[in-house]
Every structure is written in structure tokens, then in C-alpha cells.
């Protein structure tokens, strides 16, 4: 079939349109409500955000103050390093450490002087800077982390809750303080001095040279070590005063003196009638004597100290009593020395070993109260019988022109309290001279020459006698004790005449 150009074939015709929807009014009036609706949401939530955003940066502004310092009430070795920058913060921190390391210092004095000022040097004490800066940054974070919401919470925290926080010093070595402290309490500390008799003068009227005692002195040093440990930990400067205490000696002078004490004194007078060979004699007997000490439990021989009576050993001749007679002999007068050195012993309670009375009266003494010597045969021996020792002196003494008298005084351990000796002596018998008497040659012609001449008395007939001696013991002014001595016996003597032996040319 042809066509003609142009030629539509014809169409099918077009399906039927749909009908048109019919609003109704109720939904008309819905959808203005709901238009109405929107709109006023809108602009709600414009205003909202709008808030928000205000709040936000509000909030920002505040917390953003702080961005590049530390947060008020933040404190570190009680430094407020609120409002610094990081590195104002540990700039601070490190010059008050370098200040209180360097700037502290303690003097250890004693009575004004200045031993050694302390350092913290001396104590090791250092700060390690790395420790500083791993202390600081946490601190410096605070308010700086998480939401603006975190870090404003955190912020008033801290304003409620100040942080004071505290650098870390290495701790204390006390190697060098103890050296130190040691070399001062060996200065400061002294041993006491006991008293002690340094020598015995018998020439002097107080023959004692005592060596007073000295007091020690000890440091507490534990004490004073744990005062400058405080000090040290407070960064207190200044200056310490050691504080020592006095140590007592154990022997005082009062204790040395009371162990040479004057415990007796005894005398015996020198007649006129004495020569001076005898006196010399009793003098050389004293040189022996004087000086003399004798331990505790020691005895004394008077004859081993005055040595044999001898012209060599000093002695000189003098008359003798032999039998109630005058004889010359080499030491006359020696018996005089024994006496006296007998009644300072005895009144000083000291034990008489050996003692032998004269066979008659002498005229320095109580018969009794005497004590004759011949040297290997009779000799006077006593025995310190005291817990100390004793010191003697025994000199002649020359009391006004040409008068002189024995004195022996022995020097030992305190008597008691209110104590002193005294000697009683009583004659208890009496024996009648003999009716006998004697006769006897001079053949010295000392008296009678001739056979015709008158024979001469030398001796007068006399009685004899028995003396008890008795120690008496006196407590402040009261006799206490009385204790025995020795029982003497004076031999009854006849009378003694002395006849010539030549016959008249």
C-alpha cells in the first residue's frame, strides 16, 4: 500500500482522562493549620539555636581564658601558679627549689663558737628537674581536656578544691652530718678528772698538794641531730647551740681530803737539861720518820726506819738511862722519837704490834704510856690497820727560844664524826723499894776516885709500880668505849752507890 509523504496512519483514540479529586473543606482547613504549625516551629527552634550558640561561645570565652595557663588555685611547694604559662610555672617552681637548696643554712655553735655551717649539701639534698616537669604537667591540663562542659566542671573543682601539690627532693644521706657531728662531739666531749693527791710535802704546815678534780661534759648528739633534721625539713636558717652535760668525777678534793685527814697529834717536851747530841739524835730519828707512809694493812718497824744507832748512820753519843743510871751511849734520846711516834699511833687506833715499856720512869711521858727501842732487841712495830693510808710527819719543834718538843702527827682516812682518842693511865699496885743496897767500882771515876773516899749515890732507893693503860674512845663529848693497852711494870729499885778503885799514894 503507497503512502503519501506526510501521511499519518490514524490513531488509536486517547484513553478517557481521570476524574478530578474533590477537596473537601475540612481538609483544606487542615492543611492551613498545619502550615501555620510549621512556621511557628521554625522559628522556635531558630531562636534555640541561636541560644545554644550563645551559651557555647559564652562557655568557650570562659574556659578558653586558661588555654595556654594554669587554672586559679592550682599550688605547687605553696607557689599559686594560677594565671602562669606553662613555662612561668616551672621557671617558679625551679628558682624557689635552686633558692631553698642554695638559700638554707644552719650554724652549729657552742658558747659562741661557730663549729661548721650546715648546707643542704651536706645532706645529698638535690631536686630532679624531670620529676619537676612530670608534676607540673598534669596540673597544667586541668580544664584544658575533654568538652567545653569537662573542662568547665573540672574548673570549678579546682576553685572549690585548691590542688597543692609538692616537688619530691632526693631523700636525706646523713653520712656526712654523722662525720660531721662525730668530729664535734669528740671536741665537745671530755672525760672527768678525779681529784687526787699529787704529793705529800711533811715539811709543810698542810703537807697535801691535792689535784682538784675536773667535771667531764657528754652531748646528746642523737637529740641534737634530730633538731637539725627539723630544721633542715622547715628550710629554718640560723644558727643551733650544742647543749652539753656536765659529768661528775667520781673522786672530788673533798674525798681526797677526807683520806688525809689530821688524825692524831702527838708531843712529848724536850727537857732544857737535853744536850744537843741528844736532840740531834731525836732529829735524826725523825728525818728517817717524817714522810714516811704506810699502806693499808702494812706494818711500821721503828728501828728498820731509823736504821741501826750508829755513827755512820748519824747518830751521836748522848746519855742513856740504863737500870735507872745514866750511861753515855751512840743514840741517846732515840727513845724520846719511839715515845712520841707510840702515842700518835695509838691515838690514831692504830694496832700495836710490838711495844716495850721503859724499866723506869722517863721524864717526857706517863710511864705506860712509853715505848723504849734498842736496836735488834726492843722495837716498836705497828700495823695500819684503816682502809687508807697514812702519812707521817715527825719533826722537833721549837715552841718559844730554846724550848722544844717532839711532834709526830700521822695523817690518814677521817676519824668518825665527832670522834677523838684519848689515854688514861692508872696505877693499879704499888711495890716497896728493897732494903739491899748496891755497890758498885767507877772505874771511870766518874763519881768516886779513891778506895777511902765516901762511896757516892748514884741511885736512890724507890718503890715500883704497876701502870694499866687504857685507850679512850669519845663521841662528841662523851666516852663511848675504853679499851685496854698494856699493863707496865716499874721495877722497885735499891739504892745504888758507886765506890773508888785506887789506893791513895
Request: aromatic letters at 10%.
Amino acid at each position: 500500500m503507497n503512502f503519501q509523504q506526510g501521511y499519518r496512519p490514524p490513531q488509536p483514540p486517547p484513553p478517557p482522562k481521570p476524574p478530578k479529586k474533590k477537596w473537601s473543606y475540612l481538609m483544606l482547613a487542615l492543611l492551613i493549620v498545619a502550615a501555620i504549625g510549621a512556621g511557628v516551629y521554625g522559628y522556635r527552634y531558630i531562636q534555640d539555636v541561636k541560644a545554644e550558640q550563645a551559651r557555647i561561645k559564652a562557655l568557650a570565652d570562659e574556659v578558653g581564658k586558661y588555654d595556654d595557663t594554669y587554672l586559679p588555685g592550682i599550688y605547687v611547694d605553696g607557689i599559686s601558679l594560677g594565671g602562669m604559662t606553662a613555662q612561668e610555672g616551672i621557671d617558679a617552681v625551679l628558682a624557689q627549689i635552686k633558692e631553698r637548696q642554695t638559700g638554707w643554712s644552719l650554724g652549729l655553735t657552742y658558747r659562741s663558737h661557730l663549729f661548721y655551717t650546715l648546707h643542704y649539701s651536706d645532706f645529698g639534698v638535690s631536686t630532679d628537674v624531670g620529676s619537676v616537669y612530670a608534676l607540673l604537667e598534669p596540673l597544667y591540663l586541668k580544664g584544658k581536656q575533654g568538652t567545653l562542659e569537662q573542662r568547665k566542671a573540672e574548673m570549678d573543682e579546682v576553685a572549690q578544691n585548691p590542688v597543692h601539690a609538692f616537688t619530691t627532693e632526693s631523700e636525706m644521706t646523713h653520712g656526712r652530718l654523722d662525720s660531721i657531728l662525730s668530729q664535734i662531739q669528740a671536741e665537745l666531749t671530755q672525760e672527768p678528772q678525779d681529784a687526787y693527791l699529787a704529793y705529800f710535802d711533811p715539811d709543810k704546815s698542810d703537807p697535801f698538794v691535792i689535784q682538784p678534780e675536773q667535771y667531764g661534759a657528754t652531748v646528746d648528739i642523737a637529740s641534737f641531730k634530730e633538731q637539725i633534721l627539723e630544721r633542715a625539713a622547715e628550710g629554718s636558717s640560723g644558727s643551733l647551740e650544742f647543749q652539753t652535760t656536765p659529768v661528775a668525777p667520781k673522786v672530788t678534793t673533798q674525798d681526797v681530803r677526807a683520806t688525809v685527814t689530821l688524825r692524831s697529834k702527838a708531843t712529848t717536851p724536850i727537857s732544857s737539861a737535853s744536850t744537843e747530841d741528844r736532840n740531834s739524835n731525836i732529829r735524826n730519828a725523825f728525818s728517817f720518820l717524817n714522810g714516811k707512809t704506810v699502806g693499808p694493812g702494812e706494818r711500821l718497824s721503828f728501828n728498820k726506819v731509823t736504821k741501826d744507832r750508829t755513827l755512820k748512820n748519824g747518830y751521836k753519843y748522848a746519855i742513856e738511862y740504863v737500870l735507872g743510871m745514866e750511861e753515855m751511849g751512840i743514840g741517846g734520846g732515840v727513845c724520846q722519837a719511839s715515845t712520841t711516834m707510840y702515842l700518835a699511833a695509838l691515838l690514831s687506833d692504830l694496832q700495836i704490834v710490838s711495844r716495850i715499856s721503859h724499866s723506869d720512869p722517863v721524864s717526857y711521858t706517863t710511864f705506860g704510856q712509853d715505848a723504849t727501842v734498842v736496836y735488834g732487841r726492843h722495837d716498836l712495830v705497828f700495823k695500819n690497820t684503816l682502809d687508807g693510808t697514812i702519812y707521817i710527819t715527825a719533826k722537833v719543834v721549837e715552841k718559844k727560844k730554846n724550848n722544844y718538843e717532839c711532834q709526830v702527827c700521822i695523817y690518814g682516812p677521817k676519824l668518825e664524826d665527832g670522834v677523838s682518842y684519848t689515854l688514861r693511865t692508872e696505877t693499879v699496885e704499888t711495890l716497896p723499894a728493897p732494903l739491899t743496897e748496891t755497890y758498885q767500882k767507877d772505874t771511870e771515876h766518874t763519881y768516886v776516885t779513891y778506895k777511902d773516899e765516901e762511896p757516892y749515890q748514884v741511885r736512890k732507893a724507890r718503890d715500883g709500880f704497876i701502870n694499866e693503860t687504857y685507850l679512850q674512845k669519845w663521841k662528841d663529848g662523851q666516852l663511848v668505849e675504853e679499851k685496854f693497852v698494856s699493863r707496865d711494870t716499874c721495877k722497885a729499885r735499891g739504892a745504888v752507890y758507886a765506890v773508888g778503885t785506887l789506893n791513895r799514894e
